[in-house]
């Protein structure tokens, strides 16, 4: 059984179709992204499947129940870690995951939970005295101490400095070692492609695309790109004809190209034969970014990308 089943979903708010038949289902154990831009019907998906808001039209199944008319048994079953949250800032850590534990029948211990996230450090520190990375990692602590098999993850790193980022997503990461189902929405497609094992876009109320980010990557239409610098004294006419069109990036060039395989091959036999080195000489292919601002960002975007999921994509 999936951990969510979402068949045909419609929201609708008077004349306005916010969320337009939606349909898409998440595997026991999986992390799954839901991407879209602000206004794509995200937000109303995510609130109708932890049973805030009622839907419209269609068919919904999370744990196994309709989050529309279920009660406190399967919210005992979901952690919901919002993008913001509000803590008395004169509890600590410890005093605030105690207490929540207590609202559960089942949770995990308060100790054991700090660690996970890396606040045992922290553990008797006054909330006001925390850095941001520091409340979200508490956030992420309030939403795990029921012990949740499906955790609601919005937008968890948003205004994380490189380093917070990294350790936020190891700790999400982890949360498959426990084989907990995420529903993780992000606006960073890198966030995403690194978490995730499965990505779906949402445009319009309507999905647009589904798959690995390997597979929507791939999907796309953006070119790979040779890029390298070239040493001195070799001017761009010595090299040899290469396909596509050379564009000159501050000290690089840049050959977008559907055969990187095959460039780099011309490239790298030149140079070998004339004894010269290519600095910088790298092979970037498109990734989830690329194919996401591709889906979103044009008006035929639907009709296109309904086209480019790949077969057997879409559980």
Do not use: C
Request: aromatic share 4%; net charge negative.
């Amino acid at each position: 059984m999936h951990a969510i089943e979402v068949e045909g979903l419609v929201k609708e708010y008077g004349a306005l179709r916010a969320v337009d038949g939606l349909s898409f289902s998440i595997a026991k154990g999986e992390i799954f992204a839901l991407l879209g831009p602000n206004g794509a019907g995200k937000t109303t998906t995510v609130e109708i499947l932890e049973g805030h808001r009622q839907r419209t039209s269609g068919r919904v199944s999370v744990l196994g129940e309709d989050p529309g008319r279920a009660g406190r048994a399967l919210r005992e079953r979901i952690g919901i870690v919002l993008q913001e949250a509000g803590f008395d800032e004169d509890f600590s850590p410890l005093e605030l995951v105690t207490l929540y534990g207590r609202m559960y029948p089942r949770h995990l211990g308060p100790d054991e939970v700090l660690e996970l996230v890396g606040l045992d450090d922290k553990r008797d520190a006054r909330v006001k005295t925390l850095s941001g990375g520091q409340r979200r990692r508490l956030d992420l602590a309030l939403g795990l101490v029921g012990d949740p098999e499906l955790l609601f993850l919005d937008e968890p790193t948003t205004g994380f400095d490189p380093e917070a980022r990294r350790k936020a997503w190891d700790l999400v990461a982890n949360l498959r070692a426990l084989h907990k189902t995420v529903l993780l929405t992000t606006h960073y497609m890198d966030e995403a492609e690194h978490l995730a094992d499965r990505v779906a876009v949402v445009a319009h109320g309507r999905l647009v695309a589904i798959g690995t980010p390997e597979e929507l990557a791939a999907a796309g239409e953006a070119p790979s790109i040779v890029s390298f610098r070239l040493p001195s004294g070799v001017e761009a006419r010595d090299l040899p004809i290469l396909d596509g069109a050379l564009v000159h990036e501050g000290l690089d060039w840049q050959l977008p190209t559907a055969h990187p395989t095959h460039s780099l091959s011309v490239l790298t036999t030149w140079a070998v034969h004339h004894g010269v080195e290519m600095p910088s000489l790298a092979v970037n292919r498109p990734s989830l970014e690329d194919t996401y601002l591709a889906l979103v960002g044009r008006p035929d975007a639907e009709a296109e990308a309904a086209e480019a999921v790949p077969a057997g994509a879409a559980r």
